[in-house]
C-alpha cells in the first residue's frame, strides 16, 4: 500500500438503523457529534434511515418506510379529487 493516503483516525463507531432500532459496531472514520452507549461503552453515533436489517433485498420482505410523511402529504394533495 502507498503511505500517506489512507486516514489514520479509524475508531470504533455504532451504526443505528432508525427503522428498525438495529445497532451494529465497524470501524469507520466518520465524524459525528452523537454518541451512544452500547453495552456500558459509549461510541460515536451514525444514524441510517436503512441498513442491511431493514432492506427489501437483504430481507426478502417489502417494508414501506414513511419517514418524512409523504403518504400524508401524497393523500392530504389528493383527498379533493376522491368521490
Known amino acids: 500500500?502507498?503511505?500517506?493516503?489512507?486516514?489514520?483516525?479509524?475508531?470504533?463507531?455504532?451504526f443505528k438503523d432508525m427503522s428498525n432500532?438495529?445497532?451494529f459496531l465497524t470501524r469507520s472514520t466518520v465524524n459525528?457529534?452523537?454518541t451512544i452507549d452500547v453495552d456500558?461503552?459509549?461510541y460515536p453515533l451514525?444514524?441510517?434511515e436503512i441498513s442491511r436489517t431493514s432492506h427489501p433485498f437483504y430481507t426478502g420482505k417489502t417494508k414501506l418506510?414513511?419517514?418524512a410523511g409523504r403518504i400524508d402529504k401524497f393523500k392530504t394533495k389528493y383527498a379533493k379529487f376522491k368521490k
Open 1 to 14: 500500500m502507498k503511505k500517506g493516503i489512507h486516514p489514520k483516525n479509524y475508531r470504533v463507531v455504532a
Open 21 to 23: 432500532e438495529d445497532i
Open 32 to 34: 459525528t457529534k452523537e
Open 40 to 42: 456500558g461503552v459509549e
Open 46 to 48: 451514525v444514524k441510517l
Open 65 to 67: 418506510i414513511d419517514t
